[in-house]
Each structure stands twice: as C-alpha cells, then as structure tokens.
C-alpha cells in the first residue's frame, strides 16, 4: 500500500504547489480538471476494469451535479446532505438501469449508454418546472466546513485535491482487492472467469455502480464549484471527452485518469494558437495514441527501464549461425 499512498501524495503536492503560483484562470482549469479526474477514476472502473463500452458517462455525472441543485435551491438542503443524497440516488439508478443495459456488449452497449445520455440532456432541456430547462439551475450555495464557505479557486482546489486523493486511495485498494481481480478477469473473458466461479452480471454491476458514485460526485462538485448547472454541460459530447481524457491518460490505470483528465483540460490552452484547426490535431493526436502508444500517457513509464538499461552484448557462446546474417 505504500506505492498508491506515495503516488497519492506526489499528485496532491503537485497541484498544491500549482495553487501557490497559478492566476485565477488556471486555477479555474486545474479545478475543472480535479472534478474530471474523479469522474474518470470511475469511467475507468467500467471501461478499464470491466471492459464496459460506456458513452453515458456524462448522464451520470449531470445526476449528481442537478440533484445537489434541486435539492439545495429548491428545496433548501445543506449541499452535503445534498451530495449524500444525489450520490445514493444516482447510484441507485445505475444499478436499476444496469440489469438490462449490461446484457448488451460491445457497441450495442456503447449505443444503449449514449441513447441514456440523449435520454437525460432531453428530460434536463425540457422538465422546465424541475430542471429549469435550457436556462439551467443556478445560485447554488457552497459547500462550507465549520460555518466558512469553500470560495474562490485556490480554497476550492484544496478541497477539491483532498477528494480526489480519498477516491484515489480507495480506488487503489478496491483495484487491489478480489472484487477488482474479478473486474478485469470479466473484462478479459468472460467464459473463463464464469468457469472460475465469478458472478459476472454481478461483477459488472458493481463496476457500473462504482463508476456512477464517482460520477455523481464529480457532479456536485462540478455544481458547487461553477454554482449553475445546464443540460450542455452534459450532454452525450461530455461523454465522449471523459472516453478521450481515460484512452489519453491509459485506460485501466488510475494514475493514467488523472493525466489525461489534467493534459485535455489544459491541451485547448495550449494550443489555442492553433485556431480552428485544434480539433484536426486533437484528432491526428488521438489517432497516434491509439496506434503507437495504446497504453496511454501512463504506459510511457514501461519504456524507461528500457531506455536506462545499456544493451547487452550477445553471450561469447553464441554461434554465427545463431546471430544471422
């Protein structure tokens, strides 16, 4: 457990040290960033563990960020009871909506799970007297501690950065555990990990949940944090940027969630000289991810070994016939 705890603590450093010295529009984006990669940590409980095609992760998400709203402007909840209940409910729904999605495999459930995602930016766009349609919800309270409200961008970083190291701690240890092994047993076949006595419905169930209380809480905080909630801010194109940010990162590695939440956050800044024509190399960038580095940013440290290791020379036993031509 000591390698999760130091990674735990180099990523929560780091963005504490980037508060010291960042202006305000950074820190925006690095908050923005901290919430994707919460999200991400549970996209990749589903995709990377289980091997569930999810393009609805966004739906999720948007869950927790409009039930924190509701309940806090209309109905005059603190924001953490709220979350508390806005995480239970979406996760309630994602075990409910599980039994019959996750039959489905493959691109059939990648259609199932953007069909719930249109599902729910059409019921959020149209349920004026619950959601407030297109106009959204705003004048969302702050989540206070002690009685002081966590305002402003470096506050809000610090929480947020505390969050996102007890999910990543905990995401660790489930990674570690049976129910995680069973994951990606499932996710590398099915049939086998039957045969071993793994209940796989169950299994992808639990995966499916997981990745929808990680959403859900991204999602309040999203609403804390920006304090206005509209149905673009989910729509089924959020979800396919949550796919990007995991397949970038290194899907299947908590650690790869974290960076390709952080670098696609921070790559339309950084590249904002480019125009209109990011998307062209967003796309060239994605394309050259997938066929040269498959594993993602993350995998890049497989390669070092291989880099710091001199060659070795071929054993003096060896025959000319052996080594070729």
Request: net charge positive.
């Amino acid at each position: 457990m000591r390698v999760p705890f130091l990674i735990t603590a180099v990523i929560v450093s780091a963005g504490v040290l980037l508060s010291l010295v960042l202006p305000d529009y950074h820190l925006r984006l690095l908050n923005l960033s901290v919430v994707s990669a919460i999200a991400l940590i549970g996209l990749n409980f589903a995709f990377g563990y289980a091997g569930l095609i999810s393009l609805g992760h966004a739906a999720f998400v948007g869950m927790g960020a409009y039930g924190l709203a509701i309940l806090t402007t209309r109905m005059g909840w603190s924001p953490w009871r709220a979350m508390l209940v806005a995480t239970t409910a979406t996760a309630a729904f994602a075990g409910l909506i599980g039994l019959p999605l996750l039959r489905l495999k493959g691109h059939y459930l990648a259609l199932a799970t953007l069909g719930l995602n249109v599902s729910f930016y059409i019921v959020a766009a149209n349920w004026i007297d619950l959601t407030g349609g297109t106009n959204g919800i705003s004048r969302i309270p702050e989540l206070t501690i002690a009685g002081r409200a966590i305002a402003g961008e470096r506050p809000f970083l610090w929480f947020g950065l505390a969050v996102l190291a007890a999910i990543t701690i905990v995401a660790f240890m489930i990674h570690t555990s049976r129910y995680g092994r069973a994951m990606i047993a499932v996710r590398d076949d099915e049939t086998a990990a039957a045969m071993s006595g793994i209940d796989v419905t169950m299994t992808k169930i639990a995966a499916f949940v997981l990745s929808a209380v990680c959403a859900a809480i991204a999602g309040c905080l999203f609403a804390c944090h920006v304090r206005f909630v509209a149905p673009e801010d989910f729509s089924y194109a959020h979800s396919i940027t949550y796919l990007a940010m995991l397949i970038v990162g290194g899907e299947s590695t908590i650690v790869g969630a974290i960076l390709g939440a952080a670098v696609l956050t921070f790559l339309p800044e950084w590249l904002r000289f480019l125009g209109s024509a990011y998307l062209a190399f967003f796309g060239l960038m994605m394309l050259a991810i997938l066929v040269f580095l498959p594993s993602g940013i993350a995998g890049l440290g497989r390669y070092l070994p291989r880099l710091r290791s001199p060659t070795r020379a071929a054993p003096a036993s060896v025959s000319a016939k052996e080594l070729g031509p």
